[in-house]
Nanobody, 124 residues
Framework: QVQLVESGGGLVQAGESLTLSCAFS????????LAWFRQAPGKERAFVAG????????QYKPPLQRRFTITRNSFKNAVFLIMTDLTPEDTGVYYC?????????????????WGQGTQVTVSA
């Protein structure tokens, strides 16, 4: 089982930027695909962005790739979500997830390890 710990959430104003971090360890973390999901109030947890085990291939839920960037640093055992030009619609709990996936995947059921989440609140 991969352990995942998110950090970096907070309260920001619309138009600002925020970078989330996820430290991973244990299990097959070095060879796992990683992803960020978010859960807005009253909604299902939804895919945001993902990368493969190398970080070289990435996938985004359109059109978030215009504002969000996922990067993986294997030396630091961390994955980051760089978010720019935030809007109130980006408010939610952001979760880091790991799974044994060929390449990348936006499917929630492909990820078997989850962090506790970090709250992001964007005020208008």
């Amino acid at each position: 089982q991969v352990q995942l710990v998110e950090s970096g959430g907070g309260l920001v104003q619309a138009g600002e930027s925020l970078t989330l971090s996820c430290a991973f360890s244990g299990g097959a973390s070095s060879t796992s695909a990683l992803a960020w999901f978010r859960q807005a109030p009253g909604k299902e947890r939804a895919f945001v962005a993902g990368c493969d085990r190398t970080g070289g291939n990435t996938q985004y839920k359109p059109p978030l790739q215009r504002r969000f960037t996922i990067t993986r640093n294997s030396f630091k055992n961390a994955v980051f979500l760089i978010m720019t030009d935030l809007t109130p619609e980006d408010t939610g709990v952001y979760y880091c997830a790991a799974g044994v996936v060929a390449g990348t995947s936006g499917r929630k059921d492909h990820y078997t390890s989850w962090g506790q989440g970090t709250q992001v609140t964007v005020s208008a």
